[in-house]
């Protein structure tokens, strides 16, 4: 009985240590999926966002009901939401504001700004976006369908604060120049 008594443990010590390899490969699996999936990758996830709102504004006609405002707004999600949190703004973050512009890049109006940390690079800017599109603090002027008539008004909130700490304006075409040229921007640097 004794030898098969250490039988039995030896099988359960198998079934124990094959029970571990499989969630061990289990785990390489999904990450060796997470590693190839290129979606997974937030540059590729923002060329995809791109590509779907190039190809929605210029085949989606106005009359058909697209409200080009409202999808530019939606694919932040995508060109700076993401790119933010997987920190790739970090290769451009200390561009100076005030030197994009000379550069043909749209301005921005800070309306209120942080005087603890005062937006003058592009990171704090993206920052702030990327805080009002994640939190819904984005505000329109108009209902406009034309980008060139409605300013998006952008507030930064401190947590369980009523009122913002920062606020920004651009027209929504220079809102979304702006993005454009930051995604480029990324992955010229980037590679």
Excluded: C
């Excluded at 530019?72 to 005030?98: K, M, Q, T, W």
């Excluded at 990171?123 to 409605?150: M, W």
Aim: aromatic residues 6%.
């Amino acid at each position: 009985m004794g030898d098969d008594a250490g039988g039995e443990e030896e099988i359960d010590g198998l079934r124990k240590r094959s029970g571990e390899w499989r969630k061990k490969l289990t785990v390489i699996s999904v990450m060796s999926e997470e590693i190839f999936v290129s979606r997974n990758n937030a540059l590729v996830f923002a060329q995809h966002t791109l590509h779907n709102l190039e190809i929605i504004e210029t085949h989606v006609p106005i009359e058909s009901g697209f409200h080009p405002i409202t999808q530019l707004i939606n694919s932040l999600v995508g060109l700076v939401v993401f790119i933010h949190e997987r920190e790739f703004v970090r290769h451009v973050a200390d561009l100076p504001l005030s030197e994009l512009v000379g550069k043909g890049w749209p301005r921005v109006q800070i309306d209120k700004d942080d005087e603890k940390r005062p937006t003058k690079a592009l990171g704090d800017f993206v920052r702030h976006l990327r805080n009002a599109t994640a939190h819904g603090r984005i505000s329109f002027s108009s209902d406009s369908r034309d980008l060139t008539e409605v300013r998006i008004v952008i507030e930064d909130y401190y947590p369980r604060a009523a009122l913002p700490y920062w606020a920004a304006s651009l027209m929504a075409d220079e809102l979304r120049d702006l993005v454009l040229k930051m995604i480029d921007l990324l992955l010229n640097v980037t590679g």
